[in-house]
């Protein structure tokens, strides 16, 4: 095949886009140059796969030109311009594509129109109109405040237009409030992306919107918008809750968020209320393998449940679900033995993951449920179908194998794959610095659990040490099973 980004993009496109890219293609208003209807056409015929031995130049030009001679470059230009001009055709697609989804910004472009066309009474019907729905998905996000900047701002040039001075005044004001909260959003928030980027072990840099936040008096700003009733304080104090969360990482400031959330939960849109919830979930998770791992093992446990019943397990319908959203949920269902729970999870929600991890995370989920049921060999069967295709499986897999080589005395494998982990933490570049600390502390007392299960009578006094010192780490994957495990041999 000549163009393969072309093919590659057909190969993307789902049935119902490659219908409406035919339409598209065949529309004079789009397609101003050549007639691209025939290439067109005729690579459809090869949807989805695009594997026929006959797509090559020359079969494209006799396909398209019957009874004509192929030259090799004269007539190889030509298909590859005919490609060059398609992909041009495809990107101008995807975007009227996007921009038929984005309806905001579909209604800014028609009242700014309306505008310039000096249709006064379209423009006050379809400004009325956008503000009893106000029914964004995004609000309470920086982009919803943005998108209301541009609506104030189009008003603010209507109202100009038509001498309205103190419309114009009101409207540049809000316009205003609206820039204002966007920055402080974005300001607050950046703290809950440097936490994610110490996750992931990246690299941060200087940045002008932490050079704002120091500088600034926030919490004066805050206050004065509570004595003022102002419109915007419950937006700007969520997220200087979330700021607070990040910086102080004080369990006081994980519960006043949750539990302002749970009081303006109506304000926020879908697609915010999916990040401040996995704002908190994040928290959770971070303290579920320290020594409060009790409490906000099921703090996990109910924001998880909660999120399947609002809906708001993914950004949108239209979405997958998330493949490491999926795993905390099972695996936090499997600690606090939630089987049943676990089990309607698994058959429920399975589907909605991508195709491309959906096996294998079954699988994994299967596993985990087997293994709260204490059903090993089932257990280990489900994770040797595992491909390690995603960094999670790669430590997941190996510490949940570990367990089962202990509950089932496998001690030669255990041992095996203690030092294999350890190489492969060694060479390793994805693992961040939480997750191989976890993990290497767990193969440190798993080591020294499996020395005690075989070793004489006498030797099992350094048992209370070994408790001692699992509870009290600060960082440790798999805790709770290995707390398990040491009061079984003491007992």
């Given at each position: 095949m000549t163009d393969s980004k072309l093919i590659n993009l057909f190969k993307k496109l789902t049935p119902d886009e490659l219908k409406d890219l035919e339409k598209f293609i065949a529309s004079p208003y789009f397609s101003r140059s050549r007639?691209?209807?025939?290439?067109?056409?005729?690579?459809?015929?090869?949807?989805?796969?695009?594997?026929?031995?006959?797509?090559?130049?020359?079969?494209?030009?006799?396909?398209?030109?019957?009874?004509k001679k192929y030259e090799n470059v004269k007539s190889g230009n030509l298909i590859k311009t005919l490609f060059s001009d398609m992909f041009r055709l495809c990107k101008e697609f995807l975007i009227q594509n996007e921009f038929m989804k984005d309806s905001k910004r579909r209604e800014y472009y028609l009242l700014n129109q309306l505008r310039k066309k000096q249709m006064n009474r379209e423009f006050e019907k379809e400004y009325g109109k956008i503000l009893k729905e106000d029914c964004f998905n995004n609000k309470g996000s920086a982009e919803y405040f943005i998108e209301n900047y541009y609506l104030q701002s189009v008003k603010r040039d209507y109202s100009l237009d038509n001498d309205d001075f103190a419309n114009t005044y009101e409207s540049a004001l809000s316009a205003g409030e609206y820039a204002a909260v966007t920055a402080l959003v974005k300001c607050l928030r950046n703290a809950d992306e440097k936490t994610l980027a110490d996750?992931?072990?990246?690299?941060?840099?200087?940045?002008?919107?932490?050079?704002?936040?120091?500088?600034?008096?926030?919490?004066?700003?805050?206050?004065?918008?509570?004595?003022?009733?102002d419109r915007?304080?419950?937006?700007?104090?969520?997220?200087?809750?979330?700021?607070?969360?990040?910086?102080?990482?004080?369990?006081?400031?994980?519960?006043?968020?949750?539990?302002?959330?749970?009081?303006?939960?109506?304000?926020?849109?879908?697609?915010?209320?999916?990040?401040?919830?996995?704002?908190?979930?994040?928290?959770?998770?971070?303290?579920?393998?320290?020594?409060?791992?009790?409490?906000?093992?099921?703090?996990?446990?109910?924001?998880?449940?909660?999120?399947?019943?609002?809906g708001i397990y993914k950004r949108g319908s239209e979405e997958e679900f998330h493949v490491v959203l999926f795993r905390?949920?099972?695996?936090?269902?499997?600690?606090?033995?939630?089987?049943?729970?676990?089990?309607?999870?698994?058959?429920?929600?399975?589907?909605?993951?991508?195709?491309?991890?959906?096996?294998?995370?079954i699988n994994f989920s299967n596993a985990f449920l087997c293994m709260s049921e204490k059903n090993y060999e089932k257990a280990l069967g489900y994770f040797s179908k595992i491909k390690l295709n995603l960094f999670i499986f790669k430590i997941d897999v190996r510490?949940?194998?570990?367990?089962?080589?202990?509950?089932?005395?496998?001690?030669?494998?255990?041992?095996?794959?203690?030092?294999?982990?350890?190489?492969?933490?060694?060479?390793?570049?994805?693992?961040?610095?939480?997750?191989?600390?976890?993990?290497?502390?767990?193969?440190?007392?798993?080591?020294?659990?499996?020395?005690?299960?075989?070793?004489?009578?006498?030797?099992?006094t350094d048992l209370p040490l070994l408790l001692k010192n699992v509870n009290e780490e600060k960082i440790l994957a798999s805790r709770d099973w290995l707390i398990s495990k040491i009061l079984e041999l003491k007992a």
């Open positions: 007639d691209l209807n025939p290439i067109f056409k005729l690579l459809k015929q090869s949807y989805p796969e695009f594997s026929g031995k006959n797509l090559n130049n020359e079969f494209i030009f006799k396909s398209l030109y019957p009874g996750m992931f072990n990246l690299e941060t840099r200087y940045n002008l919107t932490d050079n704002m936040l120091r500088n600034l008096n926030i919490g004066s700003v805050i206050e004065e918008m509570k004595d003022n009733n915007f304080y419950p937006y700007v104090y969520t997220y200087y809750l979330v700021y607070k969360l990040n910086t102080v990482k004080s369990n006081e400031y994980y519960f006043a968020l949750k539990n302002h959330l749970d009081k303006y939960l109506r304000i926020f849109g879908r697609d915010e209320l999916y990040v401040l919830k996995s704002i908190l979930l994040t928290y959770c998770s971070v303290k579920s393998s320290g020594n409060e791992r009790e409490l906000f093992q099921k703090e996990q446990f109910k924001l998880y449940d909660e999120n399947l019943r609002l905390n949920m099972v695996l936090i269902a499997g600690t606090l033995r939630e089987t049943k729970w676990l089990e309607n999870f698994i058959e429920k929600y399975s589907r909605e993951l991508p195709e491309k991890h959906r096996e294998n995370m510490i949940y194998q570990m367990i089962i080589y202990y509950e089932l005395n496998y001690l030669d494998q255990g041992y095996s794959l203690i030092d294999s982990t350890f190489h492969f933490l060694a060479d390793t570049g994805e693992a961040s610095e939480i997750i191989a600390e976890s993990t290497k502390n767990f193969l440190k007392y798993y080591k020294e659990l499996l020395k005690l299960k075989y070793s004489e009578i006498s030797s099992k």
